[in-house]
Each structure stands twice: as C-alpha cells, then as structure tokens.
C-alpha cells in the first residue's frame, strides 16, 4: 500500500470562501474534479471551472432548509470506502459510489452567532450536522482521504500544492486529521457549554493556537501557552515572552482593572511591590516605585495611562522584565526600547472570560472570576467612631490590592499609595508584621494610615499591632464568631472600622 496517494476529485463545500480561489485554481491544474453544494459550487463556477452538483450524484436535492445535503450513502462511501480493502472496492464498484480524495469543508459559526446575541432558532441553525459528519468521516480515514477541516488549513494545503502537486504523504493526511479532530473536538465542546449554561454539569474547555514557550515555570518543564494573546497585546519590543511572565502579566491586568484613577503598578511574584493612583503617569510611577525600590528590581510594570517621555525617562534607570500600557508616546518608546531583551506590551481591549479553572489532584477546579469591586455603598461601619471620607478612599484603594494579593495577606496605604504588604503568609500576624517592617524599611510613616485585610480578624491582635504604629482605619470582609473583640478594641483606641462582607482569598 502506497503512503502516498493522489487527489483525483474533492469534495468543496464551505462557508468561508476567502483564500480558496487559487486552491480550486491549483486543483484544476492538476486534473482533480470537482463535488460541490449550492454556494460553493456556484463559486468553482465563477472560477471557470466545472463542478458536479451533490444532487446529481446522490439524485437526491437538498431538502429540509440544507439540513441535509451530503448525508448519503454515495458521499460518505467515497469518502470511508479503504482503497487497500478489496471488499470496500468491490461494493464501491457495485454501488457506483466515487472516490472522493479531498474533503474540504468547514463548519457553520456557532460561536460568533451565540457571541452576537442572536436568539435561540438562529443559533440552533448554526450547529452544523453534515460538515461536521464529513470533518469526521474523511478523518478516520486519512490513510487514503486528505481533510481540511477549516480556514486556518486552507495555506498548509496551498503550500503542498504548489510543492508538489495533487500529492499527499501519510504523513501529511495525518496531520490534517489531528487539525481537524482539534475543530470537531472545539466545535463540539462550545455546542456542550450553550447548553450546559451555568450548571457545570461536566468541564469542557477547548483552545486553540498554542504556542510553544521557552519552558515553564522552572527549566526543566515543558511550558504551552494556548490561546489567542495577539488579541490582548501587541509586543513591539523585546524578547519571548515566558511561562512566568504570563503569570506575573496576568496578576498585572487583573490588579489594574480595579482602577479607574491614571495608575501605575509593580508586581513581583504575582503580587504588587508598588502601586499609586495620581494625577499624571510620572507621579503614579515614582510614588508606586517609592513604595518598595528593592522588589522593584525585574518586576513587571502596568499602568491604564499612556506612558510619555518624562515618564519613560524615570522608568528606563531601573532593570525590568515587562512593561505593559495602554500606549506609549514615540519619544517614550524610543527611551523604553534601548535595552534589547526589555518586553514591550501594548494592551487592547479584549473580553476576558468570566470563570477559571486550574488543574488538581486528579480533576480540575472552577469558579466564577473575582469580579467584585467594593464601594461605599458595600461598607457597614461597625465602630462608635466613622471614618472620614479619606480613609474610606483609602481603605477601598487598599482594598482593592489586598484583594489582588496571595493570602495571607494585609496592606499598609495613605494617600492612595501602597506603603507596604505582607502577602502569602501562614499567619495574619506575620503578614501584618512583614507589612510593617518593609514600610519602615523604606521611610513611611504609618501614622493616619489604613489597614486592609484579605480575611476576618478572629482575634484583636492585628488590631492591636496595627494601632500601635498609628494606623487610624481598617478594613475587612466581617463574619468571624469573636468579631466583637476586633470592634471593642477598634472603639477603645479610636480605630474606625468597616467591614465589606466578601473575602478575597487568593492562592
């Protein structure tokens, strides 16, 4: 049995028809015939070219609004019959069923058509029930059928073409049955999630375009990235992007989405070493650096503000690893792009999704994404004394950092700026004391500041701590049994208190 075989006819019919003119072009070159349906054959048509009609092979029309076209015993035995099986000839011959070599085809839009709002008919009309059948038919047997499934193989098709002519190595065949398995498996799962909704009945996740990364999260393990992060930015300088610099940019975009004011952040480790909200870049970037310089050393930075030059200007004396923004003035990227290696991301707006997931034990775990940004109207003061409406601006910038922040964790802020953090400790107390000692470290004064807490205080003693370095305001998600001990000693010490009642655990 010859590995490689000949297209002598193809069956075409697709929705997207961009890019396959000069296919149809090369095939008729090389004497294929052509199989078609309504659309497309009208389009080989208009080529020049002439193309058979379905219907006249099956002698059957197109019937039930193009529900069914290509169902029938005629395609689907040219396609599956084994051309090394005399018995599968044999019945090929007696039927008068054709050969059919090459199946392209690709399948209606279910995903556009749900993301666009339609209602539920015109969706339902969007699940494709012939392509689908002929993706997997043509498939199973790719040791005599070559398949492309989708647009995306319309150019590996191309390039064998004009390489080496109608012609196909096993190898080959092969290859575009893995590709058009991962459409079938792709379209199947976003079908499954329509109609599972909400219920999670079972986890189906598919995504495409992946990409190889350096390794992951040490040198010694493979790394993939898939998805499509060419819709989220646009590198326009510096090197690959690895597994950790995702981590750390995914922290990135999550902490800076909570800000509306111009803001600049630096993450180390997927927590923030420095954040400040101000009135222009420049200030937001030298008050978030001042808030931990050390950490600052390779970290990521982000900031919602176009970055202009007198921001670059500072921002450029520092070694860092990532830079991500909005937009970059052409001076500032001139200043920004002298170090080689030095990533360079341009943020676009793109839809993130609303659940995670993560891979554990022997299972996978998912939960809705965090999306819940207190306000004042969240807060319930539970002390004799209110805080003032600085505090309270303060307490809910703070808040939203520790919320962005691995637990344990506390956060030390004034003034909209990040004093210090004590983050992923086993002990609230060593998180707070770690929290304390790192903005001493660096000159601030703790006095009038406000303390945000990623959990409830069980016991008054980070209260206590807290106080007894001047801080005036705390802020917590409530809900322990000895709650009243925190209070009690908040209004002993003329310490405000409010509680929001969410807690955001970060692990």
Same mark, same amino acid.
């Given at each position: 049995?010859?590995?490689?075989?000949?297209?002598?006819?193809?069956?075409?019919?697709?929705?997207?028809?961009?890019?396959?003119?000069?296919?149809?072009?090369?095939?008729?070159?090389? !004497?294929?015939?052509?199989?078609?349906?309504?659309?497309?054959?009208?389009?080989?048509?208009?080529?020049?070219?002439?193309?058979?009609? +379905?219907?006249?092979?099956?002698?059957?029309?197109?019937?039930?609004?193009?529900? +069914?076209?290509?169902?029938?015993?005629?395609?689907? !035995?040219?396609?599956?019959?084994?051309?090394?099986?005399?018995?599968?000839?044999?019945?090929?011959?007696?039927?008068?069923?054709?050969?059919?070599?090459?199946?392209?085809?690709?399948?209606?839009?279910?995903?556009?058509?749900?993301?666009?709002?339609?209602?539920?008919?015109?969706?339902?009309?969007?699940?494709?029930?012939?392509?689908?059948?002929?993706?997997?038919?043509?498939?199973?047997?790719?040791?005599?059928?070559?398949?492309?499934?989708?647009?995306?193989?319309?150019?590996?098709?191309?390039?064998?073409?004009?390489?080496?002519?109608?012609?196909?190595?096993?190898?080959?065949?092969?290859?575009?049955?893995?590709?058009?398995?991962?459409?079938?498996?792709?379209?199947?799962?976003?079908?499954?999630?329509?109609?599972?909704?909400?219920?999670?009945?079972?986890?189906?996740?598919?995504?495409?375009?992946?990409?190889?990364?350096?390794?992951?999260?040490?040198?010694?393990?493979?790394?993939?990235?898939?998805?499509?992060?060419?819709?989220?930015?646009?590198?326009?300088?510096?090197?690959?992007?690895?597994?950790?610099?995702?981590?750390?940019?995914?922290?990135?975009?999550?902490?800076?989405?909570?800000?509306?004011?111009?803001?600049?952040?630096?993450?180390?480790?997927?927590?923030?070493?420095?954040?400040?909200?101000?009135?222009?870049?420049?200030?937001?970037?030298?008050?978030?650096?001042?808030?931990?310089?050390?950490?600052?050393?390779?970290?990521?930075?982000?900031?919602?503000?176009?970055?202009?030059?007198?921001?670059?200007?500072?921002?450029?004396?520092?070694?860092?690893?990532?830079?991500?923004?909005?937009?970059?003035?052409?001076?500032?990227?001139?200043?920004?792009?002298?170090?080689?290696?030095?990533?360079?991301?341009?943020?676009?707006?793109?839809?993130?999704?609303?659940?995670?997931?993560?891979?554990?034990?022997?299972?996978?775990?998912?939960?809705?994404?965090?999306?819940?940004?207190?306000?004042?109207?969240?807060?319930?003061?539970?002390?004799?004394?209110?805080?003032?409406?600085?505090?309270?601006?303060?307490?809910?910038?703070?808040?939203?950092?520790?919320?962005?922040?691995?637990?344990?964790?506390?956060?030390?802020?004034?003034?909209?700026?990040?004093?210090?953090?004590?983050?992923?400790?086993?002990?609230? +107390?060593?998180?707070?004391?770690?929290?304390?000692?790192?903005?001493?470290?660096?000159?601030?004064?703790?006095?009038?500041?406000?303390?945000?807490?990623?959990?409830?205080?069980?016991?008054?003693?980070?209260?206590?701590?807290?106080?007894?370095?001047?801080?005036?305001?705390?802020?917590?998600?409530?809900?322990?049994?000895?709650?009243?001990?925190?209070?009690?000693?908040?209004?002993?010490?003329?310490?405000?208190?409010?509680?929001?009642?969410?807690?955001?655990?970060?692990?």
């Amino acid at each position: 049995m010859s590995e490689t075989k000949r297209i002598k006819t193809a069956l075409v019919s697709v929705y997207h028809k961009e890019g396959l003119d000069e296919i149809i072009t090369k095939l008729h070159e090389e !004497g294929v015939e052509f199989l078609s349906t309504g659309g497309t054959r009208q389009f080989i048509e208009s080529l020049g070219y002439p193309c058979k009609a +379905v219907e006249d092979l099956t002698t059957y029309p197109s019937i039930l609004g193009g529900r +069914v076209k290509t169902l029938h015993p005629k395609i689907f !035995g040219g396609i599956l019959c084994r051309r090394g099986l005399e018995q599968d000839m044999q019945q090929i011959e007696k039927y008068e069923i054709p050969e059919i070599d090459l199946v392209i085809v690709d399948l209606y839009p279910f995903e556009a058509t749900v993301a666009s709002g339609a209602e539920e008919p015109a969706i339902i009309e969007k699940i494709d029930i012939g392509g689908i059948s002929l993706i997997r038919a043509a498939a199973k047997n790719y040791n005599d059928v070559v398949i492309v499934a989708s647009q995306a193989q319309y150019q590996p098709l191309r390039d064998i073409l004009m390489e080496h002519g109608a012609t196909t190595s096993l190898e080959e065949r092969r290859w575009f049955a893995k590709e058009a398995f991962a459409v079938s498996s792709h379209y199947d799962s976003a079908i499954f999630n329509y109609f599972d909704g909400e219920e999670g009945s079972a986890f189906r996740q598919s995504a495409n375009n992946q990409k190889t990364l350096r390794y992951g999260e040490n040198p010694h393990q493979k790394g993939y990235f898939y998805g499509n992060i060419d819709a989220m930015f646009d590198q326009i300088h510096g090197k690959e992007i690895s597994y950790n610099n995702l981590l750390d940019i995914n922290a990135a975009v999550d902490l800076i989405d909570e800000f509306t004011d111009t803001t600049f952040a630096i993450l180390k480790h997927n927590n923030a070493c420095g954040l400040a909200s101000r009135s222009t870049v420049l200030e937001a970037w030298n008050d978030a650096l001042a808030g931990d310089p050390v950490s600052a050393f390779g970290g990521v930075l982000i900031t919602n503000a176009v970055i202009d030059k007198a921001a670059a200007e500072e921002i450029n004396k520092i070694f860092f690893e990532v830079i991500i923004a909005p937009d970059y003035d052409v001076d500032a990227l001139e200043i920004l792009g002298q170090k080689k290696n030095r990533i360079i991301l341009v943020r676009k707006q793109a839809a993130l999704p609303k659940k995670q997931f993560r891979s554990l034990l022997n299972g996978v775990l998912v939960q809705d994404r965090d999306l819940k940004i207190e306000t004042s109207e969240d807060l319930k003061t539970v002390t004799t004394k209110a805080p003032t409406a600085q505090e309270i601006e303060d307490m809910l910038f703070a808040n939203k950092i520790v919320k962005n922040s691995k637990s344990n964790a506390i956060v030390l802020a004034k003034g909209k700026q990040l004093l210090a953090s004590g983050v992923g400790q086993t002990s609230r +107390v060593d998180a707070l004391k770690q929290a304390i000692e790192k903005a001493k470290n660096f000159g601030f004064d703790l006095n009038g500041a406000v303390m945000a807490s990623d959990a409830f205080f069980p016991f008054p003693d980070c209260v206590e701590i807290a106080g007894n370095e001047g801080v005036k305001a705390v802020i917590q998600p409530g809900g322990s049994i000895k709650d009243e001990l925190s209070f009690d000693y908040c209004n002993e010490h003329d310490i405000a208190m409010v509680i929001t009642g969410f807690r955001h655990f970060k692990h």
